[in-house]
């Protein structure tokens, strides 16, 4: 499938469209292996996450934020004319690391357990609270620029909208370690 058009900093919030399955780029594929979101567990939420959870989901000026990152986020809401730009630049942090240890795949996997637990949470909380909307969650890890044996994670939020039917189709050829959730996959709660 091909995520260029969604996991691309241009105006990923411009689809609408239900594809029947997440998106994982091939490298995550590798290193996570194919049970990878079966496996998700209420356990692998850090208890920062759970806070923002419990937090909810609220509109902004047309935007749809999770309640905590609204409240955290010190951007100007007025420099940004796209209502997508404004919520993938509110609605993304860092998946909490302190206290891994870890390195190489292991942290990646730990990383990517954390963050796709916290997608899952979240989008099934915003599924719950506000039915109507299709948010799509990127997650993905990284190695950081002065140390490329050391990983971070990251997690983004935005709302899909328009009457774009197309959509991605394919991973082949994308790079980086990156799984794409949509709300309406996460209709059940993570097992505990």
Request: glycine residues 8%; aromatic residues 8%.
């Amino acid at each position: 499938m091909n995520l260029a058009p969604i996991l691309s900093a241009t105006k990923p919030h411009n689809l609408e469209w239900r594809p029947t399955m997440p998106l994982t780029s091939p490298e995550a594929q590798k290193i996570l292996g194919p049970a990878f979101l079966t496996s998700l567990r209420a356990a692998d939420l850090d208890a920062s996450q759970r806070a923002v959870i419990d937090e909810g989901w609220i509109r902004d000026d047309g935007a749809i934020l999770l309640a905590a990152y609204r409240d955290s986020y010190f951007g100007n809401r007025s420099a940004f004319t796209d209502i997508g730009d404004y919520e993938w630049a509110a609605n993304g942090r860092g998946v909490p690391d302190l206290g891994l240890e870890t390195q190489g795949p292991e942290r990646v996997h730990t990383l990517m357990r954390r963050g796709c637990a916290f997608a899952w949470a979240a989008l099934h909380a915003v599924r719950a609270s506000m039915p109507e909307s299709q948010v799509m969650a990127r997650i993905s890890a990284a190695p950081v620029l002065m140390d490329p044996d050391t990983f971070t994670g990251y997690v983004g939020f935005v709302t899909c909208r328009s009457d774009d039917a197309t959509g991605p189709s394919s991973t082949d050829g994308q790079s980086g370690i990156q799984i794409v959730l949509w709300s309406h996959e996460c209709a059940k709660p993570l097992p505990d």
